[in-house]
């Protein structure tokens, strides 16, 4: 697989192991590091990087901040939330704020590498204790969970409408008059945002939540 890699985390040790890990995994890669999101910004302004591997707690500016940060200005950039911390509360922020996968820094390297490939397929990806977190959370908490939606924007309800509509992604391109890819980016974001697995949950969030018909 070849694309360009950014690591953002403050520990320069940590940085230097994980580099070295995704050269070998991924030898064609362009890989580049930052000790902070302000830095990352700055660095990706020119040239924006395929993905952004970040870790949540961050000096001055959050994982979760520099996330929407980095979004807000580079849609089309696909993060990963790398963390020592697997409170679920904290993932849940990392995937409202646009992150497509969140892995812990316990799990092995292979954890890392699905999350890169699904990642860069379009998926969102959860490592098993990710996954494990969220769903206790979310039994633990039912209020609070469905309450943990975050609000969403007149174009990603209109692209959820036709998702419940079962429009595939170049009928929706025509109809908003927006390139494929940026349906796709959006669904995607979509997925990660409302924490659904498919375009099936996607719809049965739009329905539950009146933004789409039966």
Same mark, same amino acid.
């Given at each position: ?16 192991g ?13 890989l ?14 020119a ?8 870790? $949540? ?84 908490n039912?209020? $609070? ?42 669904r ?27």
């Amino acid at each position: 697989m070849s694309l360009s890699l950014l690591l953002v985390d403050d520990h320069a040790m940590f940085r230097a192991g994980l580099r070295s890990l995704l050269q070998s995994l991924y030898p064609d890669a362009v890989l580049t590091e930052a000790g902070g999101c302000g830095s990352a910004l700055e660095q990706m302004a020119a040239n924006p990087p395929d993905l952004v591997i970040m870790d $949540a707690h961050l000096p001055e500016i959050d994982g979760i901040e520099g996330t929407r940060r980095v979004l807000a200005r580079h849609p089309g950039v696909k993060v990963i939330i790398l963390s020592g911390d697997s409170n679920p509360s904290l993932i849940l922020h990392a995937l409202q704020a646009g992150a497509l996968a969140y892995v812990v820094m316990e799990d092995s390297p292979d954890e890392l590498e699905r999350a890169i490939r699904a990642v860069m397929a379009g998926m969102a990806y959860f490592s098993p204790e990710v996954a494990a977190a969220i769903a206790r959370y979310c039994r633990e908490n039912p209020l $609070a969970a469905a309450g943990s939606a975050p609000p969403l924007s007149d174009r990603e309800k209109r692209i959820l409408q036709l998702i419940a509509q079962g429009k595939r992604s170049k009928e929706m391109a025509v109809q908003l008059n927006v390139a494929t890819k940026s349906v796709e980016v959006y669904r995607s974001r979509l997925m990660s945002k409302l924490g659904c697995a498919s375009p099936g949950e996607l719809t049965r969030f739009a329905i539950r939540e009146g933004i789409a018909a039966l």
